[in-house]
T-cell receptor
């Protein structure tokens, strides 16, 4: 099992460009999450999907959109990238939303110039 | 603001020593989890302790939880260079989301 995979691993964008970060899990988990991690800070939740067909805002959703394409895949889209979105982005999944252990992908390092 | 905050922010020790890091949180929880993050990698789950548990062990890890003080500690015994990483606590303050702390950076010198 690959667990949680993310693509791409690195990306450089110019201000105003758009891109989609891809995430897939092969653990048959119901819930998936997108976090961002900035230096000196813990993980902050951007969006999550408790189950296929549902998505909800986390702590820092502004500037992002998500799509739960199917049970395996959860994508994060930046419509018009800003330098403040320079960060490392992590996708995670868990059996159930909330208290379950979360399994993380390797991360995408995004730089917006 | 962060639900969980780790202390200290950074810790440096020699191999063989014990490492203790603490987590304080603000509201009641169902459980508390500890995760490890190696440099440039995603987080890896270490241990989960429920609100009705006071202590839990997993290999060289010992976690305690004091709900009256809203705090938890993670003890790594006989540390190794491979334990060098950042350690995060995560709580579920009666919501459907985990809230992560800011982490403790542990450096273990050979």
């Amino acid at each position: 099992n690959a667990g949680v995979t993310q693509t791409p691993k690195f990306q450089v964008l110019k201000t105003g460009q758009s891109m989609t970060l891809q995430c897939a899990q092969d653990m048959n988990h119901n819930s998936m999450y997108w976090y961002r991690q900035d230096p000196g800070m813990g993980l902050r939740l951007i969006y999550y999907s408790a189950s296929e067909g549902t998505t909800d805002k986390g702590e820092v959703p502004n500037g992002y959109n998500v799509s739960r394409l199917n049970k395996r895949e959860f994508s994060l889209r930046l419509e018009s990238a800003a330098p403040s979105q320079t960060s490392v982005y992590f996708c995670a999944s868990s059996g159930q939303v909330g208290t379950d252990t979360q399994y993380f992908g390797p991360g995408t390092r995004l730089t917006v110039l | 603001s962060q639900q969980g905050e780790e202390d200290p922010q950074a810790l440096s020790i020699q191999e063989g020593e014990n490492a203790t890091m603490n987590c304080s949180y603000k509201t009641s929880i169902n459980n508390l989890q500890w995760y490890r993050q190696n440099s440039g990698r995603g987080l890896v789950h270490l241990i989960l302790i429920r609100s009705n548990e006071r202590e839990k062990h997993s290999g060289r890890l010992r976690v305690t939880l004091d709900t009256s003080k809203k705090s938890s500690s993670l003890l790594i015994t006989a540390s190794r260079a491979a334990d060098t990483a950042s350690y995060f606590c995560a709580t579920d303050p009666n919501t459907d989301k985990l809230i992560f702390g800011t982490g403790t950076r542990l450096q273990v010198f050979p």
